[in-house]
């Protein structure tokens, strides 16, 4: 079973900075994660969940408008591990995030238990 373990939340000052971090185990064997398309989600308190930034396989990135100029999605294959750096970040910001893995040739479709990151004003 695929298992993605989020790290790296936690407080920090309005317009301070985070990197967070999601490692993948069980993944099938022979896979890296270079056969999947990786995300970053984000859930504040009262919210639906929301698409933050998504690295494909093909290595096209795409983010949310809010944190366009601010946040970075980047992997490292070889070590399963994915990454969202976030930069000048607003206490808009605060929410659970939650790393997501999709098989991009097959209905695999995996969630982290979520990290939570607070912004103080």
Known sequence: ????????????????SL??????????????????????Y???PGKERELV???????AANYLDSVKDRATISRD????????QMNKMKPEDTAVYY???KYWLGP???WGQGTQVTVSS
């Open 19 to 40: 990197r967070l971090s999601c490692a993948a185990t069980g993944l099938t064997t022979g896979l890296t994660l270079s056969s999947y398309h990786m995300s970053w």
């Open 1 to 16: 079973q695929v298992q993605l373990v989020e790290s790296g939340g936690g407080l920090v000052q309005s317009g301070g």
């Open 108 to 110: 695999g479709n995996y």
């Open 99 to 101: 790393c997501n893995a």
């Open 77 to 84: 294959n070889a070590k399963n591990t994915v990454y969202l």
């Open 42 to 44: 984000r859930q504040a």
């Open 53 to 59: 930034a998504t690295s494909k396989t093909g290595g």
